[in-house]
């Protein structure tokens, strides 16, 4: 069974910086696509971004030049390097992971979920 434990929410003030990182654990020998996703109050679960297998990166228009994903292909880690915070990425962020090869289990297609970190920007 795999697990996606996310860390380093928080509060934050506007303009200031947080780091989130997300630990997948289970029979996992390589992961397809991790990501994060962020979900406002009152608003849908939105694609913050995500880093494929391949090395090729998304990200939403809202944060791009600002926000940076990273991945640790070794320890099925992704990492969110979010900067510039603005009140309105006041969100809980969940990390993403989809397309799972395990051993001995065969390859996953399905998407696991984080349970998901609060970020607060705020003065």
């Known amino acids: 069974q795999v697990q996606l434990v996310e860390s380093g929410g928080g509060l934050v003030q506007p303009g200031g910086s947080l780091r989130l990182s997300c630990a997948a654990s289970g029979s996992i020998t390589d992961i397809n696509v991790m990501g994060w996703y962020r979900q406002a109050p009152g608003k849908q679960r939105e694609l913050v971004a995500v880093?494929?297998?391949?090395?090729?990166?998304n990200y939403a228009d809202s944060v791009k030049g600002r926000f940076t994903i990273s991945r640790d292909n070794a320890k099925n880690t992704v990492y969110l390097q979010m900067n510039s915070l603005k009140p309105e990425d006041t969100a809980v962020y969940y990390c993403?992971?989809?397309?799972?090869?395990?051993?001995?289990?065969?390859?996953?297609?399905?998407?696991?979920w984080g349970k998901g970190t609060l970020v607060t920007v705020s003065s």
């Open positions: 993403y992971a989809a397309g799972i090869w395990g051993d001995p289990d065969p390859f996953d297609p399905s998407p696991y």
């Open positions: 880093f494929s297998r391949g090395g090729s990166t």
